[in-house]
């Protein structure tokens, strides 16, 4: 049964999380809410926002507050998009096409990943707001191409590649909990039955659903490629730059490429063609240690001086934390784990609580600011401490 993510019950994603803990088995729920390593980038992202304080300006009316924004010629409602989280579907029933189906009735932009566990088309068909594709070039440039053209039949209107999963980083608690044991199916899964038997209701929608994770967008010679095999699928099939030209050639649309930690590879990102990039430590997933998103984000629009647009992402859990990454000069930010929370939690109704906590997020603290657009937003508004970049 579904639990009540309405009003008081949740009034920020804190309470989404604690919602999705309870329902998911320990072997899931870390998959969302951990890191890599010792989870110091993990931490770091979120705590980074703490170190940016707000400039209101009182006194100051704002009658049609305007929270609208455009990215890769795409008009949002919201400034801020879905990320692509891979596995989605082994959250909750059927969660990527539920999650994109929030987004598109909220007005905002949904990124699906390669690591689906449902058909891209099914995807793209239940939503009727901005999908954008997110690629790993797994199996080799032959079966990466034939997915770019899938996509783009389907109706994705824009790729998002990402470049900063040479390895799959060192998540530690999902080698504890058997992730893969649990997706790749097999005797190695037993030890984990246990954990699964004490969540019947999430149990029973996985099994419903499926149960063992494939990759259906992602076609191999024997068929879809198998959970057991994203290790080495992502160390064999990197993302180098040289890669964006014949990507670009094929797509023929607008390309945001994701992962962008320093100055040296946004001004690359530009010369790759890219439409936007977004600075990313994939939500510190990946290498840990590196510098929150936030903080590197400065360094980024400097580089960049508006010759693309610039996302932000990692650490979002608040609507004031949206609006501090536009002071600082995002165009829009991604969120992944605040919607995967309310996925997790309740499924559709969970994401739609989830848009509308950091929605509301969004306009009050406009509203405190003194501030009538999104738009106008600038460093103005921000005490930035004197040693970030």
């Known amino acids: 049964m579904a639990r009540s993510v309405s009003a008081p019950r949740v009034v920020n994603i804190s ?7 309870r329902r998911l088995p320990p072997i899931v729920f870390d998959y969302i809410d951990g890191g890599s390593d010792d989870e110091v980038t993990l931490r770091g992202n979120a705590r980074a926002f703490e170190d940016l304080t707000f400039r209101p300006r009182c006194a100051v009316p704002t009658p049609g507050l305007d929270i609208t924004t455009t990215v890769m010629g795409e008009k949002l409602a919201l400034p801020f998009i879905l990320a692509p989280v891979g596995s989605s579907r082994m959250f909750y029933p059927h969660g990527e096409e539920l999650a994109a189906h929030a987004a598109g009735a909220a007005g905002t932009a949904y990124i699906l990943s390669t690591f689906s566990g449902t058909n891209m088309e099914d995807v793209r068909a239940s939503t009727t707001s901005p999908a954008w594709y997110q690629v790993y070039l797994c199996g080799g440039r032959d079966v990466s191409m034939a997915m770019l053209h899938r996509a783009k039949k389907a109706g994705f209107t824009a ?17 504890r909990n058997g992730t893969k044991q649990l997706l790749g199916g097999g005797p190695s899964m037993l030890p984990y039955v246990p954990q ?23 076609m191999l010679a024997g068929g879809p490629m198998p959970y057991a095999d994203v290790s080495k699928a992502l160390e064999e099939s990197m993302v180098c730059w040289d890669d964006l030209k014949w990507i670009r050639e094929l797509w023929q649309g607008p390309i945001m490429v994701k992962g962008v930690h320093t100055a040296d590879d946004a001004r690359r990102a530009v010369d790759a063609g890219a439409a936007a990039l977004v600075v990313s430590n994939h939500g510190g997933r990946q290498l840990d240690g590196v510098a929150p998103s936030i903080r590197v984000l400065p360094e980024v629009v400097s580089a960049v001086r508006g010759q693309i647009e610039i996302l932000v992402d990692g650490g979002i859990r608040r609507g004031s934390d949206i609006v501090k990454a536009m002071c600082l000069g995002a165009q829009a930010v991604l969120i992944g784990r605040a ?7 309740a499924g559709e109704p969970g994401v739609a609580r989830a848009i509308e906590v950091l929605r509301a997020d969004v306009i ?14 600038d460093r103005s508004y921000l005490d930035v401490p004197s040693d970030w970049r």
């Open 339 to 345: 919607y995967a929370y309310g996925l997790a939690a």
């Open 15 to 21: 309470d989404l999380r604690r919602l999705a803990k």
């Open 159 to 175: 790729l998002v590649v990402t470049i900063d999963t040479a390895v799959a980083g060192m998540r530690e608690k999902d080698l």
């Open 196 to 218: 699964m038997l004490a969540k019947p209701g999430w149990l029973t929608g996985f099994l419903s659903d499926g149960g063992l994770m494939k990759f259906p967008n992602i």
């Open 364 to 377: 009050r603290t406009m509203k405190l600011l003194g501030c009538q657009s999104v738009k106008e937003l």
